[in-house]
């Protein structure tokens, strides 16, 4: 389930950009504008709010560019969830 929800966290924020020629400047704005009903959670964390922010790796580095879970440990394949 952390796969699908960083999976369509992704294509949003992707498709975001494609539209506004910027990245949101949160998750919420995601929400607010229509792109999701909701934020979906960490499945790991049970939590909307622990995802981890990856700013944009330009010289404003504001906004969301990328997400990551924000839980500890790592996948049966030794990788991270962070990383994921």
């Known amino acids: 389930m952390l796969r699908e929800n960083l999976f369509a966290l992704r294509e ?3 498709q975001y950009y494609a539209d506004h020629g910027r ?3 949160s998750l919420e704005e995601l929400r607010s ?3 999701l009903r909701r934020i979906p959670e960490d499945p790991l964390t049970k ?3 622990t ?3 990856v700013p944009p790796p330009d010289e404003q580095g504001t906004g969301v560019y990328d997400v ?3 839980a500890p440990g790592a996948g ?3 990788v991270s969830y962070a990383e994921w």
């Open 51 to 53: 995802w981890v922010i």
């Open 12 to 14: 949003t924020i992707d």
């Open 23 to 25: 990245y949101p400047a």
């Open 33 to 35: 504008v229509g792109y």
């Open 76 to 78: 049966s394949n030794g």
């Open 68 to 70: 990551r879970s924000g």
């Open 47 to 49: 939590s909307s709010s």
